[in-house]
């Protein structure tokens, strides 16, 4: 089955310095892999996808993630991070096989930044 | 552009008490679903659709029942309200099951005491 493994429950990072979050997955066939972000008190947004194009994805607001699948990571970066990137980020995993969840979702990753 | 729209936006229940939460998209998307959003457990799957008049269980479906009768609504009810049933609930929607971006409503903070 299909989960989703975020190596960091939280992160913090000073302002203008680069932001890593981690992301580690488990798939049976090739997966699709998303990071959302939710800013306190709202929904989520989709920041990236990957779907089997290319290794590298970019995204909304700056945000880039490689899949490797070597590694079976997917983790986000930064080079600078802003003020309003802090929130909390969460990875996700979709394949066709678990017929009873198509989107995993990791336990989340909570970023602050420091002024 | 409403997108996904869920009502309400908070509550607070006595155990036992029932009530059902609206999700209503605008999209004509296929897929709908229920999450409950809890302290360092990400979002867990409670139920889904894939369509009009259907709907599926997905990992944590024990003490909520749902209903699509229309392509647009996707309603998540909870019979006999419990303590643990104290989270935040999330609905989505999407046009695919693979590939394709989720889109989620604001969240309805629920109390139960």
């Known amino acids: 089955a299909q989960s989703v493994t975020q190596l960091d429950s939280h992160v913090s990072v000073s302002e203008g310095t680069p932001v890593l979050l981690r992301c580690n997955y488990s798939?049976?066939?090739?997966?699709?892999l998303f990071w959302y972000v939710q800013h306190p008190n709202k929904g989520l947004q989709l920041l990236l996808k990957y779907t089997s194009a290319a290794t590298l994805v970019k995204g909304i607001n700056g945000f880039e993630a490689e899949f490797k699948k070597s590694e079976t990571s997917f983790h986000l970066t930064k080079p600078s991070a802003h003020m309003s990137d802090a929130a909390e980020y969460f990875c996700v995993v979709s394949d066709l096989v678990d017929d009873n969840n198509d989107m995993r979702f990791g336990a989340g990753t909570r970023l602050t930044v420091k002024p | 552009n409403a997108g996904v729209t869920q009502t309400p936006k908070f509550r607070v229940l006595k155990t036992g008490q029932s009530m059902t939460l609206l999700c209503a998209q605008d999209?004509?998307?296929?897929?709908m679903y229920w999450y409950r959003q809890d302290p360092g457990m990400g979002l867990r799957l409670i139920h889904y659709?894939?369509?009009?008049?259907?709907?599926a269980k997905g990992e944590v479906p024990d003490g909520y029942n749902v209903s699509r009768l229309k392509k647009q609504n996707f309603l998540l009810g909870l019979e006999s309200a419990a303590p643990s049933q104290t989270s935040v609930y999330f609905c989505?929607?999407?046009?695919?099951?693979?590939?394709?971006?989720?889109?989620f409503g604001q969240g309805t903070r629920l109390t139960v005491v």
């Open positions: 989505a929607s999407k046009e695919s099951r693979m590939n394709t971006e989720a889109f």
């Open positions: 659709s894939v369509g009009e008049g259907t709907t």
């Open positions: 999209m004509n998307h296929e897929y």
């Open positions: 798939s049976s066939y090739s997966p699709s």
